[in-house]
């Protein structure tokens, strides 16, 4: 169900026109990156809730945010503010979510290729670790030899194979996945049976079934085969041990309007109908959603540089392309965005007398497929206009593309509580010239010429 679509709508609308107003949009800054705090902490609190209701009273629940959604510091802060951790996956994510101040037993390790440096990092932590396959498993085993204090809850993730979604390149459980142990693959069941019995210090089971583009039901039957085998390892070794399921995350976003649909409650309710047995207080539970928590509480702000038009197409020019919407602009049909327009004030823009105008919303990157929207009947742009990409508070972000050494934009939270203020604070300064410099060899830069 939708839930508070309109109250969004208004905190953003306001934002935008004092974006402008107080200046982080300029001439020196034509793009920016604006999160709604509230609309954040609204998503934790639906996340924390839906799950309270179908758990056992006591049960460790820890809801580990899926740091690459959004690798922003004072967002992860702001989640452990509302009771949530982080899925961390790679030595840069660990070093972020320990900079925001997140506890060791509120980090959870995941990762295909963690290097035996990694691990031991880890271990050394107490973090969660989830293996991802036999070698790694073996890794664990041996580094745990030498481990002075107790580590953190160890686990191993498999893949439940029980297909993919609409979006190939984010299902994770499909029969050839790279990530995990193939349960259905011949003899991997067994093996994973004996794998725990062999390794009492073994607790946990992750899966992880894909992110946007599957069903719920998918994620959900990927939940159900993962619960079986840790009652089948349970039973076999004689003991619960396997005491935490690691969930995932992956709930997907509608792209399509501000209706927060499907919602963190439907998710839970369904797993609750299909895994009774997972909530009945024998298991702790981890989730690790991402893009479900930021998505809608961010937008992309950026100048209409030029508004041309070629062979009859009008085409605005703005400074958002495919270095900030880079699977929009490479993949469109997958990541469609909503596009708003906005006069130079920060103004909601309405069509002319003659209605919307189909055009192309470009971006600033020299080649032509950089366009954000292709043929969208909008109001007319104008050099000066500003157009908002909405539904970009997850992945758009942290997953900048340095394509023509264009800079990374700043990012600023924002608050558009009672009364006409609406204030900001810092998330992440933009990018400077010299800083690309600098991060392209400006210190080496006779070395080539000289070698
Ligand atoms: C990406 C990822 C997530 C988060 O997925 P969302 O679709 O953003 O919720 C969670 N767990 C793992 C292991 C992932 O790779």
Not at 22 to 33: N, R, S
Not at 189 to 214: I, M, Y
Not at 238 to 245: E, H, N, V, W, Y
Request: charged fraction near 20%.
């Amino acid at each position: 169900m939708t839930s508070k679509p309109v109250a969004a709508a208004v905190r953003r609308e306001r934002a935008v026109r004092a974006a402008v107003e107080q200046g982080l949009l300029g001439q020196d800054q034509p793009v920016v990156g604006l999160l709604d705090v509230a609309g954040i902490r609204a998503a934790a609190a639906e996340l924390r809730a839906a799950f309270e209701e179908i758990v056992a009273p006591g049960t460790p629940v820890l809801h580990a945010f899926a740091v690459k959604a959004a690798a922003l510091v004072p967002v992860l802060r702001l989640l452990a503010d509302e009771g949530l951790g982080c899925e961390v996956a790679s030595p840069g994510e660990l070093a972020l979510a320990r900079a925001a101040g997140v506890g060791p037993e509120r980090i959870v390790l995941d990762s295909p290729a963690k290097t035996t440096a990694e691990l031991r990092e880890a271990l050394g932590l107490g973090i969660a670790v989830n293996a991802d396959n036999p070698q790694e498993l073996d890794r664990l085993g041996e580094l745990l030899q030498p481990q002075a204090g107790p580590p953190g809850p160890l686990g191993l993730r498999v893949n439940p194979q029980v297909g993919g979604g609409s979006i190939g390149a984010l299902s994770t459980a499909t029969a050839t996945s790279k990530f995990g142990v193939a349960l259905q693959d011949e003899g991997a069941r067994e093996w994973v049976v004996r794998a725990f019995a062999e390794r009492p210090w073994l607790t946990r089971l992750h899966a992880h079934v894909g992110s946007q583009g599957c069903p719920l039901e998918l994620m959900a039957a990927g939940v159900r085969a993962t619960y079986e085998l840790a009652e089948e390892i349970n039973e076999t070794v004689g003991r619960q041990q396997i005491d935490t399921l690691d969930i995932g995350g992956g709930l997907p976003v509608n792209f399509g309007s501000d209706g927060i649909t499907p919602s963190y409650r439907e998710y839970a309710q369904l797993l609750l109908a299909t895994v009774p047995g997972l909530f009945d207080g024998r298991y702790g539970l981890v989730t690790e959603f991402g893009r479900s928590l930021l998505a809608k509480a961010g937008l992309v702000l950026a100048r209409v540089e030029y508004a041309k038009s070629a062979g009859g197409r009008p085409i605005a020019v703005t400074h958002a392309g495919a270095q900030l919407a880079t699977r929009t602009v490479f993949d469109p049909e997958s990541w469609p965005l909503r596009v708003e327009t906005y006069d130079a004030e920060g103004r909601p823009k309405t069509a002319g007398p003659d209605g919307p105008v189909a055009q192309d919303i470009a971006g600033p990157c020299c080649f032509a497929g950089d366009l954000v929207a292709q043929n969208r009947p909008l109001p007319e742009l104008a050099a000066g206009d500003l157009v908002g990409l909405l539904d970009t508070g997850a992945y758009y972000f942290s997953h900048h593309f340095a394509y023509n050494s264009l800079p990374r934009p700043g990012v600023y939270g924002f608050t558009a509580g009672g009364g006409d203020e609406v204030r900001f604070a810092t998330v992440r300064e933009p990018q400077t010239v010299e800083e690309i410099v600098t991060e392209s060899g400006a210190a080496h830069a006779t070395s080539l010429a000289e070698l």
